[in-house]
């Protein structure tokens, strides 16, 4: 039987990465974006073109009732759900110093990045469970983290916030849905080219010329999308609750 996974965030960068993996490797994947088809049209065709089966549904991650529909229309269109990814996620629209943060701010990357989680992966754990088990599990669970669950950043505190929370939501529900034959893992990409780390590209260039990063260069979003490969696959089905970095070996410490 064909499976399926939902890929939040899957229009681009890390998302669109591992959905173009997932679907290369027998996946129907669900794509879920915040913006329209059209803006992504060149890559949805690309997709098309390696004979991968996708549908794409726009929404909010911070809306419930997008939340809903897009199990609803997963499940219309494929008759289960296999593999969520919880890739979207937001940094703050403006950098500022943790005394300068708004609440509209923090209401807004822990609305995206940790509740839209939280509540989506309820819904898909109630859709795996009630599913046939086809294989040693019913369901792979995999949060896309951020090495920032460990490292201060003081000029995006909301974000760091939320992928600490990301870290525990990974913990809970591997605990709960271990019994259920779901398991649940967690990435955490350090240093990845994309949309959001261009905007600081000369600062991690220059961290990765003076050696941070003992695998001196940047990571890519194929790399976090081999790691999610991994961990669909059946070869880690004695390991649930725990994290992988991805991220150069910057976790590292140093004397």
């Known amino acids: 039987m064909k499976k399926t996974a939902i890929v939040t965030g899957g229009s681009r ?15 129907n994947v669900a794509i879920f974006s915040s913006g329209g088809p059209e803006k992504y049209a060149d890559a949805l065709r690309e997709l098309t073109g390696e004979n991968i089966d996708w549908i794409y549904v726009q929404g909010s991650l ?5 939340r809903k529909r897009l199990i609803d229309e997963t499940v219309k269109a494929y008759g289960r759900v296999d593999v969520l990814v919880n890739n979207a996620g937001v940094a703050p629209l403006i950098r500022a110093d943790l005394l300068d943060m708004t609440e509209e701010s923090y209401d807004r990357v822990m609305g995206i990045n940790l509740r839209g989680n939280m509540f989506l992966t309820q819904l898909a754990a109630k859709q795996m469970i ?10 792979t669970i ?18 760091c916030v939320s992928k600490a929370g990301i870290s525990m939501l990974t ?6 849905l271990a019994p259920e034959g779901i398991l649940v893992h967690e990435i955490r990409p350090g240093v990845i080219l994309t949309d959001m780390t261009s905007v600081v590209k000369a600062k991690y260039d220059a961290l990765i ?18 790691a999610v490969s991994l961990f669909c696959s059946d070869k880690m089905t004695y390991t649930t609750g725990n994290y992988i970095d991805v991220d150069g070996g910057f976790h590292i410490r140093r004397l």
Request: overall charge negative; some cysteine; hydrophobic content about 30%.
């Open 171 to 176: 913990k809970l529900y591997a605990d709960r």
């Open 209 to 226: 010329e003076k050696g941070e990063f003992p695998i001196a260069r940047w990571g890519t979003p194929q790399d976090v999308a081999d």
């Open 13 to 27: 960068g890390i998302g669109y990465a591992i959905a173009k993996q997932l679907g290369l490797e027998g996946y």
């Open 130 to 139: 009630a599913q046939e088990k086809t294989g040693p599990k019913k369901g």
């Open 142 to 159: 995999i949060n896309i983290g951020s090495c920032s669950a460990e490292v201060s950043s003081i000029s995006r505190g909301e974000y």
């Open 62 to 66: 911070d809306s419930s009732e997008d």
